[in-house]
């Protein structure tokens, strides 16, 4: 004879999951998703006004989280890993974008390294 649960709808068994849509687990990695449309549309700002400091934090977050809520945390969140995953990815060209521009302005490694610790000195 066949349980209940063999008898659940899958959108039921997300419903009430350990990740699903009742639970902060999915609400806190939706909301999170703001952050990396933020930095999508921080593409298009002037290199110059970027925040040195904030790629950095943005960057660290993304790598520390992506693991630790794709293979440690149980229950795994892929969900936080893909928007963890994608929020270091849009920091991490940020940052790429920031050395580069240094860079062809004539900064030594130092340098670069500095303004993006401080930013404009």
Known sequence: MATAAQHTS???RFLNSETGPKTVHFWAPVLKWSLVIAGFNDLQRPVEKLSGTQQ????????????W???????RNPLLASVNFFLGGVAGYQI?????????????NLQVF???????E
Request: no cysteine; glycine share 10%; net charge positive.
């Open 56 to 67: 950095l934090a943005l960057f660290a977050t993304g790598a520390i989280w992506t693991r």
């Open 114 to 120: 500095n303004y993006l610790l401080h930013g404009e």
């Open 96 to 108: 790429f974008r920031i050395v580069s521009f240094r860079k062809e302005k004539g900064d030594n």
């Open 10 to 12: 899958k959108f039921a």
């Open 69 to 75: 809520a794709g293979f440690v945390i149980k229950p």
